[in-house]
């Protein structure tokens, strides 16, 4: 099982941003996926993010490509997503999850077995 600590989230202005900082125990990058989702109230689960393998490949759902960059820092054990150009759509609690890497599939696919979750963090997009 993987410890899994996000922080940073908070309530922020259309158009602003933020950065969401997911803390992990040691992970071998070679064999694992990370992947950011959110939840807004009355929605289904959705990926948002995810990075995986020692090259750190990166998918993005369609809605936030342009807007968002996940990115990782092996020597803390950390991933980050930045967020900016932030809207009203954006308000959810946003996880981060660990899966053991599928190595013909994007990080994003239903395949992967999503199983270490953190407690999440509420971002507020208001005026």
């Known amino acids: 099982q993987v410890h899994l600590v996000e922080s940073g989230g908070g309530l922020v202005q259309p158009g602003g941003s933020l950065r969401l900082s997911c803390a992990t125990s040691?992970?071998?990058?070679?064999?694992?996926?990370l992947a950011w989702f959110r939840q807004a109230p009355g929605k289904e689960r959705e990926g948002v993010s995810c990075i995986s393998g020692t090259e750190g490949s990166t998918h993005y759902l369609d809605s936030v490509k342009g807007r968002f960059t996940i990115s990782r820092d092996n020597t803390k054990n950390t991933v980050y997503l930045q967020m900016n150009s932030l809207n009203p759509e954006d308000t959810a609690v946003y996880y981060c999850?660990?899966?053991?890497?599928?190595?013909?599939?994007?990080?994003?696919?239903?395949?992967?077995?999503?199983?270490?979750w953190g407690q999440g963090t509420q971002v507020t997009v208001s005026s």
């Open positions: 040691e992970l071998t990058w070679e064999y694992y996926a």
């Open positions: 999850a660990t899966a053991r890497l599928l190595f013909s599939y994007p990080c994003l696919s239903a395949l992967y077995d999503y199983n270490s």
